[in-house]
């Protein structure tokens, strides 16, 4: 496996910041949105294409949105993470600008059922938050996964944070199931790849839903993990267009031209979460302020 690929499979989603032109400053440019509904931010899973979740984040923090529930499912519960413990889009991407293959990827502690057991993961997500739990976030958040026995969905809203993620990204076969309270749970993204749902049972009354995911593609498989992300992508567009319906906002930053292992286009992927968003602001203060 191709360490390009080691970093994919223990941070899908670990934000890095694009080089643009006229860079970004984080500082709001427009008028801070104002409304009294409750908003909740879904960012659903997509393996690499989940960098566009940064551009999203950007651009809704450049509007002053008021996003006060986040819930994420694999990819987006790494990036979601972040932001709910008070991260802005620009410290999370300094932090991963730091980012070693081995940060993240702890082969040395696989078994025949996965190549990887997460910790290291858990680790660093930890580390960066200075062990702060999830119910002291200050968005209240979810990490949403999968009950390997059951197939239940079970989104995580309290307890150890970097554990919350590691099991949510915790693609079968690649990671060892991870072990909750006597529970094996895998990637959310295999019941929910965008939980609309979560939000809403957290309290959220207005959501704006994320899918950095797109159909599969028909380009050559050659590894093992390209085959593991296409199957998850052909089981996942049905369950993410269900989803989505239920929205009061779809964000799709256009990703059809990546493939969901492509590392080497995080810049554009990034800049495709923030157009997309950029678009839609008009609609967004329109329909909160309704």
Not at 68 to 75: F, K, L, N, R, T
Not at 94 to 111: E, F, H, K, M, W
Request: proline share 5%.
């Amino acid at each position: 496996m191709q360490r390009r690929h080691l970093l994919a499979l223990g941070a899908a989603a670990l934000p890095i910041g694009a080089a643009q032109a006229q860079q970004r400053s984080g500082r709001r440019s427009d008028t801070p949105t104002t409304t009294n509904k409750r908003v909740g931010l879904v960012l659903g899973a997509g393996s690499s294409r989940g960098f566009a979740h940064i551009g999203v984040l950007q651009a809704l923090d450049e509007a002053g949105v008021p996003v006060s529930i986040v819930a994420g499912s694999s990819a987006g519960s790494l990036i979601g993470a972040f932001y709910a413990a008070g991260f802005t889009p620009w410290q999370m991407q300094d932090i991963a600008l730091r980012v070693r293959d081995i940060d993240v990827a702890d082969l040395s502690t696989g078994n025949r059922r996965g190549l990887m057991a997460g910790l290291a993961l858990q680790r660093l997500v930890n580390s960066q938050l200075n062990q702060m739990p999830i119910e002291r976030m200050p968005k209240r958040f979810a990490a949403v996964c999968t009950d390997l026995a059951t197939g239940e969905r079970v989104p995580l809203v309290s307890g150890d944070t970097g554990a919350a993620v590691a099991a949510s990204c915790a693609i079968p076969g690649v990671f060892i199931p991870a072990n909750h309270h006597g529970r094996e749970l895998v990637d959310g993204g295999l019941t929910s790849p965008l939980p609309v749902a979560v939000a809403r049972q957290m309290g959220a009354d207005f959501v704006i839903a994320v899918d950095v995911g797109s159909k599969p593609s028909d380009n050559k498989r050659t590894g093992l993990y390209e085959i593991v992300l296409q199957s998850f992508e052909i089981m996942g567009r049905s369950l993410t267009q269900l989803e989505s319906k239920s929205a009061d906002l779809l964000i799709q930053p256009d990703t059809g031209r990546y493939s969901s292992t492509d590392f080497s286009a995080r810049k554009e992927l990034i800049e495709a979460g923030y157009i997309a968003t950029r678009a839609v602001l008009p609609r967004l203060r329109r329909q909160l302020q309704a």
